[in-house]
C-alpha cells in the first residue's frame, strides 16, 4: 500500500539514526541493514532524490559533484538519472562500499553509512572484502524477503513498483 511504502521504506534524505531505526522496527541489526544497502551496488536515481546532496552537501567529493552536476542541474531535468554506484553501475559487487569510502555515495543516506558514525568499521569491512558482503547481503535479504509475504491473490509481483498492476 501507498501509505505502507511511505512509512516502512527508509527515505534517500534519512540520517544514520533514522535508517537504523527503520530497519530495526523491521527487525534488522546495523549489520544487516548496511548489507542490504549494498543492494545500491546497481540502479539508478533521479535527479530530484539526489539535488540537495549535490548542491548543498560538503560530505561528498568535488570530482564526482562536478560528474552529478553536469546531468542534475540546480533545477529542471528532475528524471535525469545517475547510478547508485559511480564505480561498477550494472554490476553486482562491492563497488558501492568503495564508493561511500571515497565520499561517492549518491543519495544522502548512502553517505550516511560512511562517515564518522557507528556503521563505518562495516562499510569499510565491505569495502575490502566482497566475499563477506556477498555472505551478509544473502542471509539479509533472505530475512527481507521472509517479512510477512503476501502470497497468491493476496499479493503480486509489480510491473512498476510505484503502481498497483492494472
Request: charged content about 15%; hydrophobic content about 35%; aromatic content about 8%.
Amino acid at each position: 500500500s501507498l501509505s505502507a511504502a511511505n512509512s516502512d521504506i527508509p527515505s534517500p534524505t534519512m540520517d544514520l539514526t533514522g535508517l537504523l531505526t527503520s530497519f530495526s522496527d523491521q527487525g534488522f541489526t546495523a549489520k544487516e541493514m548496511v548489507a542490504l544497502a549494498g543492494a545500491h551496488t546497481i540502479g539508478q536515481a533521479r535527479c530530484v532524490v539526489f539535488r540537495n546532496r549535490v548542491y548543498n552537501e560538503s560530505n561528498i567529493d568535488a570530482s564526482f559533484v562536478a560528474s552529478l552536476k553536469a546531468n542534475c542541474p540546480s533545477n529542471g531535468e528532475d528524471n535525469n538519472l545517475s547510478p547508485l554506484d559511480a564505480m561498477s553501475p550494472v554490476v553486482f559487487d562491492n563497488g558501492y562500499f568503495k564508493d561511500l569510502v571515497k565520499s561517492k555515495g549518491l543519495m544522502h543516506s548512502d553517505q550516511q553509512l560512511f562517515g564518522g558514525g557507528s556503521t563505518d568499521a562495516q562499510v569499510k569491512s565491505y569495502s575490502k572484502d566482497p566475499s563477506s558482503f556477498f555472505s551478509h547481503f544473502a542471509s539479509a535479504m533472505t530475512k527481507m524477503g521472509n517479512l510477512s509475504p503476501l502470497t497468491g491473490t493476496n499479493g503480486q509481483i509489480r510491473t512498476n513498483c510505484w503502481e498497483v498492476n492494472q
